[in-house]
């Protein structure tokens, strides 16, 4: 399978992907006091919405990385739509090995840790490109609940039920890495709702459009049984969140 493809299918035209709300991306930015000025960078960027709208908000500049062209051209629009395609700049590269140029004052990853082998690999990554006493800004999961069963477990696409911490023991694994947690946003269930349900109507849309689609089957098959599915399980014991690390 294209996994690509088939992501960017599924994320259809959502510009965050991940189930924080646009009001909760923008508080985050307000939570962390970001000046005017101010130089971030944003591994697997997605669409650009952080650094397009913070750019906006707040004057930051930024670089954002992500190995998908087709994200990254729907950054690109969205820093014209917004007017600070001076202020940002979009990367089409494998973010996994990306260093920038000069010191940034915030490294962000929001959801994608694989690049660096999990959350201690992708804060390390992010750190090579941070200046000393910058913020570190990862998108990770945890366990709401404890899963009751293998099913649940699976369910949530995590290999075993230690595949995520709870949140404190993802908090308190931040402290072992030796970070000072400085921040946090955690999605609530119906910015959950409205991910999920977004996903869904971009699988629709995409297998009535291009019924003859190698994936259709794949898509049809999962609009069928996933929001059944996601109500019994993502929904009650998968959470996620957005955490500010400050080297101690």
């Known amino acids: 399978m294209d996994h690509l493809r088939y992501f960017v299918i599924r994320e259809g035209g959502r510009r965050l992907h991940n189930p924080l709300t646009s009001d909760q991306l923008a508080a985050l930015g307000r939570t962390l006091r970001l000046e005017k000025g101010a130089r971030v960078l944003d591994l697997a960027s997605g669409s650009g919405e952080l650094l397009c709208t913070w750019a906006r908000d707040h004057g930051i500049t930024g670089t954002g990385v992500d190995i998908c062209p087709e994200f990254t051209d729907r950054a690109d629009a969205r820093a014209l739509e917004l007017g600070v395609d001076g202020l940002v700049r979009f990367v089409h590269g494998d973010a996994s090995d990306y260093v920038a140029d000069e010191p940034v004052d915030l490294a962000c990853c929001l959801g994608a840790s ?35 069963d293998q099913r649940a477990v699976e369910a949530c696409h995590a290999y075993d039920a230690d595949g995520f911490p709870t949140l404190p023991e993802l908090l308190a694994y931040f402290g072992e890495l030796d970070y000072d947690v ?33 994936l259709a089957g794949l898509l049809r098959a999962e609009l069928a049984a996933e929001p059944a599915e996601y109500a019994r399980y993502e929904r009650e014991y998968l959470g996620w969140g957005v955490f500010a690390l400050m080297a101690r």
Request: without cysteine; positive net charge.
């Open 182 to 214: 400085v921040g946090m946003t955690i999605a609530d269930q119906q910015g959950w709702d409205r991910y999920k349900s977004a996903q869904w109507l971009s699988m629709r849309r995409h297998v009535t459009r291009h019924p003859d689609d190698g």
């Open 114 to 148: 694989w690049i660096g082998g999990g959350a201690a690999g992708t804060a390390e990554l992010l750190r090579r490109s941070l200046r000393p006493g910058g913020t570190v800004l990862l998108g990770e999961p945890f366990w709401r609940r404890e899963p009751p």
